[in-house]
């Protein structure tokens, strides 16, 4: 199952260094992480500063509209 970024993002990139699979693309004004590549790894939720990344089936219940834009973002 992939993690999800949601629109509380700051993009300070911190996530981006940490991925190990490259999963994690940079979009107008958040990143986004490519389900496809995702390992659920868990390793960029322990340094995104704004608590911003779920694993797909935790994602806040008034989030739930960032996994069809994350996956629409890689379509």
Do not use: R, W
């Not at 107008?28 to 995702?38: A, G, L, S, V, W």
């Not at 390992?39 to 069809?68: M, R």
């Amino acid at each position: 199952m992939a993690h999800v970024i949601i629109n509380t993002c700051t993009k300070d990139a911190l996530c981006v260094s940490e991925c190990p699979v490259d999963a994690i693309q940079e979009g107008d004004k958040q990143y986004f992480i490519n389900p496809d590549d995702c390992i659920d790894c868990g390793a960029c939720t322990s340094v995104c500063p704004s608590n911003s990344i779920f694993p797909e089936d935790e994602v806040p219940a008034e989030n739930k509209n960032a996994i069809e834009e994350n996956a629409k973002h890689f379509q």
